[in-house]
């Protein structure tokens, strides 16, 4: 509900992509099959999300490994994998 939430989302519609990411909602969650929201590194969490970071790494069989890692062990609390 943004300004310019619905342009951005007309241009990003118009071209392929591996992976969408989108923040700014208090959380880390995946939004869809090619969709990942990390927003979980400030401010006061929503939802059951602590406090954490997202790893996204390139496979070398080209799929997109997706972790989110807590912010005081740095052990990866959910993970998953979008392929290419």
């Known amino acids: 509900t943004a300004p310019g ?3 951005s989302d ?5 071209y392929p992509y591996t992976l969408k990411i989108v923040g ?10 090619r969709q990942v929201i ?3 590194g400030g ?7 602590s406090y954490g970071y997202a790893l996204i790494q390139q496979t070398a069989s ?8 807590d912010y005081n062990s740095n052990a990866p609390t959910t993970s998953f994998t979008v392929p290419k």
Do not use: W
């Open 10 to 14: 007309a241009i990003i519609a118009k």
């Open 62 to 69: 080209g799929d997109i490994q997706v972790s989110n890692l």
């Open 5 to 7: 939430v619905p342009p």
């Open 43 to 49: 401010a006061p969490i929503t939802g059951s999300s």
């Open 38 to 40: 990390v927003g979980n």
């Open 24 to 33: 700014h909602t208090h959380e880390f969650s995946r939004a869809g099959t």
